[in-house]
């Protein structure tokens, strides 16, 4: 079967067409022409049962038998570099109430969770409810814990029973368009069919927006369908900047129609900043003297005057870490004992100028 069939196969399946579906879900379970995906192609054979196809019903009671049984934990398959699958967050209001800053989210956040609650209690009483939209635009610039809250949304999802999985897929738009004609919507459909259940997190989801050749404007078509097709099982929070993915989602009366619910991640403060590095020491085993501690907050508060909207925030705090410790293991190689303060503590020697 050559590529091109492969793709018009499972478009077809997309579609709707009940044969196909039960195709797509034999080719991933068997791992032939594509990639193997038992998850997948066990999803693809539930719709085409649900359709009365016989087949369909066959070959999932062969997957449940374990005729298709999972490759083993350490092969290795080809993953694209623009998706990440995230575990499913535990206990959610815990790792919440642990996020350092982030004041207005978590306000936000609980004010979702409380509105979710309560019309899942009156729909379960027979009272009227509102409609309640899930997707989420996430505002803000870098590092500030978009994708952090994300797993924990998707997790608070699962726990009011409105998500089975409550995992997290995060991609962007290398993860969704493909390069050639008639692949973006393959590779768009692929991606949301490892979200369902779930939530599929967009970042800097703006970048879709293309020139008039451009396929983004697939994907988007692609997602606002998929996003109709599979309301009950999907839900989905693009991230980016501001003002770009304000301007992105007015662009489009789909995604006006399905996104309306912004929160604002605030670039952290100068304190936020250092007690997520005093996190980062307690979880690596360093101490700081006070002294050190002081260097670091004011080079922090110095990098906090000349920042622009590019500023890494916790991801700044990452990479000031690594260089601190680096700083630390180049002191301490000149000297002839090393014992164990030694390796632990952070001195003010350490601190970048």
């Not at 350092?100 to 027979?126: C, M, P, W, Y």
């Not at 983004?216 to 599979?230: P, Q, S, Y």
Request: with cysteine; aromatic share 8%.
């Amino acid at each position: 079967m050559t590529q091109e069939a492969v793709n018009q196969l499972f478009e077809l399946a997309h579609r709707g067409d009940v044969f196909a579906m039960a195709m797509a879900g034999q080719l991933l379970c068997e791992g032939k022409f594509v990639s193997r995906n038992l998850n997948n192609g066990f999803a693809w054979l539930q719709r085409a049962a649900q359709c009365n196809c016989l087949a369909a019903r066959d070959l999932m009671t062969d997957v449940q038998n374990g005729c298709y049984s999972q490759p083993a934990a350490n092969t290795k398959q080809e993953e694209s570099n623009h998706v990440s699958r995230h575990t499913v967050v535990k206990d959610p209001q815990e790792e919440l109430a642990k996020l350092i800053g982030l004041g207005t989210v978590k306000s936000e956040i609980d004010s979702l969770r409380n509105f979710v609650r309560i019309q899942a209690l009156r729909h379960k009483q027979g009272m009227t409810t509102t409609p309640v939209s899930l997707h989420c635009v996430f505002t803000g610039n870098p590092g500030t814990g978009k994708t952090t809250v994300a797993r924990i949304v998707a997790a608070i999802y699962k726990e009011l029973g409105v998500l089975k999985s409550g995992h997290l897929v995060e991609t962007d738009r290398a993860g969704l368009v493909a390069e050639y004609v008639g692949q973006t919507a393959v590779k768009t459909n692929k991606i949301i069919d490892e979200a369902l259940d779930g939530v599929l997190f967009i970042d800097e989801a703006y970048s879709l927006l293309g020139g008039e050749n451009d396929f983004g404007a697939e994907a988007i078509a692609t997602l606002l369908k998929r996003m109709e097709d599979d309301r009950d099982r999907l839900v989905v929070i693009l991230a980016g900047y501001t003002n770009e993915i304000k301007d992105f989602i007015e662009s489009n009366p789909g995604l006006q129609s399905r996104f309306n619910r912004y929160i604002q991640f605030d670039d952290y403060t100068g304190n936020d900043l250092v007690e997520i590095f005093k996190l980062s020491l307690r979880k690596s085993q360093y101490k700081i003297k006070r002294d050190a501690l002081n260097a670091l907050q004011s080079y922090i508060d110095g990098k906090l005057l000349v920042k622009d909207r590019h500023f890494g925030n916790g991801r700044f705090v990452r990479n000031l870490f690594e260089k601190v410790i680096q700083n630390q293991a180049n002191r301490l190689a000149v000297k002839e004992s090393i014992n164990n303060d030694d390796l632990s503590i952070l001195t003010v020697e350490d601190i970048p100028t």
